[in-house]
């Protein structure tokens, strides 16, 4: 079957038989309707998508959220996932909701502070891509400028890869397997008569560390 669907990888443990027969791991998002939306595949056998990473809800917000509030937006930061396989890739959730009225400045040709996330480095975990929602145009007479904004609610992912290593396995045997991830949220918000000045804000998210399966499947599910 995994031959039959292109999914054998070749590069696991190629000189090791017994253990040949590993899939690239995917999956396949399928709509209501039964069309497949998307597809996500892996290169790697250890280190993959999370499915709550790939469907993190609209308006989903978890009760270990931290709220974070300030004169012009609130924002509540969790992981995607509060459990954590080793070499899971999840999202470091952050939903705004900007009171009325504001913008904050999205990446693009202008003077203003984007919005971005830096995050701290750890030797536990691997950060990727910051994902951002699509933007809209806000001109300004005043300047003659046109610049891309986000307002209302949004939200932004910071995606992160919980490393296979030493440190991460130490941990999956330690009592507390808590990781706590922190960063530097930096803004500038402006509405259509005043911009504030760019600021910045410490974030952070909480997991816990969750241990491999190490079991094998009941005696009749083996295969003979």
């Known amino acids: 079957m995994i031959r039959s669907w292109g999914l054998l990888n070749e590069s696991a443990y190629p000189d090791d038989p017994s253990r040949q027969g590993i899939p690239h791991p995917g999956f396949f998002i399928i709509s209501r309707d039964g069309i497949v939306a998307e597809k996500h595949f892996e290169e790697s056998f250890r280190e993959r998508h999370s499915a709550s990473r790939l469907v993190i809800g609209p308006t989903e917000i978890p009760g270990g959220a931290i709220e974070i509030a300030s004169d012009t937006f609130?924002?509540?930061?969790?992981?995607?996932?509060?459990?954590?396989?080793?070499?899971?890739?999840?999202?470091?959730?952050?939903?705004?909701?900007?009171?009325?009225?504001?913008?904050?400045?999205?990446?693009?040709?202008?003077?203003?502070?984007?919005?971005d996330v830096t995050m701290e480095p750890s030797e536990l975990v691997r950060f990727g891509a910051l994902t951002l929602p699509e933007t809209k145009p806000f001109v300004f007479a005043p300047l003659e400028e046109t610049v891309p904004v986000f307002d209302g609610k949004f939200r932004v992912?910071?995606?992160?890869?919980?490393?296979?290593?030493?440190?991460?396995?130490?941990?999956?045997?330690?009592?507390?397997?808590?990781?706590?991830?922190?960063?530097?949220?930096?803004?500038?918000?402006c509405s259509s008569e005043i911009c504030y000045p760019p600021a910045q804000a410490a974030v952070r998210w909480r997991f816990d560390v969750r241990p491999l399966e190490t079991e094998r499947v009941p005696e009749d599910l083996r295969k003979k």
Request: charged letters at 20%.
């Open 157 to 189: 992912v910071q995606n992160a890869t919980l490393l296979v290593n030493e440190l991460v396995r130490a941990m999956t045997g330690a009592e507390d397997r808590t990781i706590e991830l922190r960063g530097t949220l930096s803004y500038q918000v």
């Open 74 to 115: 609130t924002l509540r930061t969790y992981p995607s996932n509060p459990e954590v396989f080793p070499g899971n890739e999840i999202g470091l959730v952050l939903d705004f909701e900007l009171g009325e009225d504001l913008h904050a400045y999205a990446p693009g040709d202008h003077s203003y502070r984007a919005l």
